[in-house]
């Protein structure tokens, strides 16, 4: 156990350093845009770079962490958890609008480095720099909420997010992505060993959870439990999130809470995206952010998204509500289009009437093999064939 007395802390076993030395030392692809070259970059050197020069330009740190499912997959590599975005949290004060645009260009002067020896750095700007390597990158200045996010495109969807936090009022979802694991003992071995870390000198490394108690999100973790407190607190209501754990065989801790958790989820995300376009744009960006490689289980997380819309929404009028089923319905048709799991084939017809507002044309005709049909109604989307799976 970890000398500190609260609850959310717990230190992490040899072997679990022994798994975080490896995920900070391999090398991970930044794929750049149009001829701009792949930077090959270990996380622990670009961690040590954007430290360096966040100290050299005076922006006190208060600690460094690892964050969301690489931290999880560390603490528990076999119930099935998968690394996906590297998040890095750097713990800062940005006290202005000066602070933002200083760790911005601290971030951008640091990939210079990464480019490959045969590259001209000198004609090279932070802006070119941006559009070429960076995939996302987010502002958040308010009374509450401050911080920003630069994430370094990576083909395959491991990201490198490098997040600047001054202030958070809500650091997770759900208790299973709660963790965080603080760097900074492991970094200063590095720094002291020249980058290198052998057993002789594994120093004390710390997880905290988020949710609260450690044992406790732990347990969820290994038991693949949902569990969350006050969903109604995170933007969107952590509804995506959640359709996904559903797919994935994760659980509700409690039945008997189950539908109230719901329905909270369900009213956040519609406070937030009251728009079914926007609702569309939001799904679309979480199928393409968190579904790389994992392709052929877009279909069952949105028909299991439709399902939670479908029995948990209390808060909409019945023709908005209508709407979004739709939407999710003509998504999960599209999605299985790009799969091929609906052929091309030739005098075959699907009918189904799309919602008005949906104009992209790729929605308005799909094909199916001879002998089969798609019946596709407001509350209902269903795939008959009569001789087995196409």
Not at 46 to 54: A, D, P, S, T
Not at 359 to 383: A, E, K, L, M, V
Request: include cysteine; charged fraction near 25%.
């Amino acid at each position: 156990m970890t000398d500190q007395s609260d609850c959310r802390f717990n230190n992490l076993t040899e072997d679990q350093i022994t798994i975080l030395d490896q995920v900070l030392s391999e090398v991970t692809p930044i794929h750049g845009r149009g001829n701009f070259p792949t930077m090959e970059v270990k996380p622990k050197d670009i961690i040590r770079m954007v430290k360096e020069q966040l100290v050299e330009k005076d922006i006190t740190i208060r600690d460094i962490r690892l964050n969301g499912s690489t931290a999880s997959h560390i603490l528990m590599q076999h119930n099935g958890t998968s690394c996906k975005d590297l998040d890095i949290i750097f713990g800062v004060e940005l006290p202005g609008e000066p602070a933002f645009q200083t760790v911005k260009e601290i971030v951008l002067d640091s990939l210079l480095d990464f480019l490959p020896k045969c590259v001209n750095k000198e004609k090279i700007t932070a802006l070119t720099m941006n559009e070429a390597y960076v995939q996302k990158m987010v502002k958040v200045s308010t009374d509450h909420d401050r911080w920003s996010l630069i994430s370094l495109s990576n083909n395959s969807g491991k990201n490198v997010e490098l997040k600047f936090v001054h202030c958070l009022r809500r650091q997770f979802e759900f208790s299973v992505d709660s963790f965080q694991i603080i760097l900074d003992n492991i970094l200063d071995v590095y720094a002291e060993k020249d980058g290198d870390l052998i057993p002789d000198s594994y120093p004390t490394v710390v997880a905290e959870s988020m949710y609260g108690d450690f044992n406790e999100a732990m347990e969820h973790l290994t038991c693949k439990l949902i569990a969350t407190r006050n969903p109604e607190e995170i933007r969107g209501g952590g509804l995506l999130k959640y359709s996904n754990l559903l797919v994935r065989d994760y659980k509700p801790t409690s039945e008997t809470e189950l539908k109230s958790l719901e329905r909270y989820m369900c009213s956040r995300f519609f406070i937030d995206f009251p728009d079914v376009a926007e609702q569309q744009r939001k799904i679309e960006s979480y199928l393409r952010n968190h579904f790389i490689g994992e392709e052929k289980s877009k279909y069952d997380y949105l028909m299991t998204l439709r399902s939670v819309v479908n029995e948990s929404t209390v808060c909409l009028m019945g023709h908005e509500r209508r709407q979004t089923l739709n939407m999710i319905t003509i998504l999960a048709l599209k999605v299985l289009g790009e799969q091929n799991i609906i052929p091309n084939a030739a005098n075959v017809t699907c009918y189904y009437q799309p919602a008005p507002y949906m104009s992209d044309r790729n929605f308005s005709n799909y094909y199916i093999p001879q002998g089969q049909t798609i019946y596709y109604q407001p509350f209902q989307f269903h795939i008959h064939m009569q001789s087995g799976l196409v």
